[in-house]
């Protein structure tokens, strides 16, 4: 498989997203305190947006990059081995030019085991938790630091992430990435290098669906309203009982007796 030509000496967030997202690297073992498991199932898939933002003293920046770069990506899952505990999965990177590539591979989460070329970090075990780790190459195991709730594609989702520094040979790297954590896909990534901060997040997805319109409600509150509910009915039935009454016996008024 072809992939584009990289100038070596562009070193930025640009050609880490690139390498990241769109070069095979061999995905190594997971440690985590619980049973490894996967989240996903065949057909779910998720895109997600590359951004740009360059700083005033950054050296170089995508408009004058010698190469073409990626502006959105989507992740398929092909299948899903629940006994190898693995997933196939394609990506496809469309790209600066309109050109587009794509990359397929076996993800396997059991920690130890082989897997074949596969884009790193696409998917990770589901449920991590704070303290376990998911080895992504080139950077080594990544730690899970912190627990938090985030929107993505319109629906509050809990959240697992790590960031860590990365040295090159010529730049250090700040990286954070998200991983929804019911799932395991990757929904969020950020990376600043040389001046240049790159961001990929997630913005469409079959695998949740945006909440139109919602109320968070108290589960007291919620029995109090029924409760409330059900005593307003029980009133408006009563009220229409005695006024179908009335009606079907109207009171009728005394005669008056002439005088004698």
């Known amino acids: 498989m072809m992939h584009p030509k990289i100038d070596r ?18 995905s190594g073992s997971v440690s985590a305190s619980s049973e490894v498991h996967t989240g996903v199932k065949a057909g779910d898939w998720i ?5 740009f933002v360059n700083a005033p003293n950054a050296t170089s920046s995508p408009s004058n ?8 990506m989507k992740v398929e899952i092909l299948s899903v081995n629940t006994t190898q505990v693995s997933v196939d999965v394609r990506m496809t990177a469309h790209m600066s030019d309109g050109t587009e590539t794509n990359q397929t591979g ?5 920690a130890g085991a082989e897997t074949e070329p596969v884009l790193s970090g696409l998917v990770v075990p589901a449920n991590l938790t704070v303290g376990d780790s998911t080895y992504i190459s080139p950077y080594g195991n990544v730690t899970i630091t912190s627990e938090t709730t985030r929107t993505y594609v319109g629906v509050s989702r809990s959240i697992v992430l790590g960031n860590f520094s990365y ?6 790297q700040e990286l954070t990435f ?3 954590k019911q799932t395991g896909v990757i929904v969020e990534a950020e990376i600043s290098s040389a001046g240049t901060n790159g961001t ?10 945006p909440q139109v319109f919602t109320i968070p409600v108290d589960q007291t509150i919620s029995y109090s309203l029924v409760a409330l509910a059900g005593v307003l009915i029980a009133i408006v ?12 016996n109207p009171t009728e008024k005394p005669v008056e007796s002439s005088p004698t």
């Open 200 to 209: 990929l997040r997630a913005v469409e997805t079959n695998m949740w669906q």
């Open 167 to 172: 040295q090159s040979q010529l730049v250090t």
């Open 47 to 51: 895109m997600l947006n590359y951004t």
């Open 237 to 248: 039935f009563v009220w229409r009982r005695r006024k179908q009454t009335t009606d079907e």
């Open 106 to 110: 076996t993800l396997n989460l059991t």
């Open 65 to 72: 990059a010698s190469f073409s770069f990626p502006t959105w």
């Open 9 to 26: 000496s562009y070193v930025t967030v640009l050609n880490v997203f690139i390498l990241f997202f769109t070069l095979p690297y061999v």
């Open 178 to 180: 998200y991983w929804d």
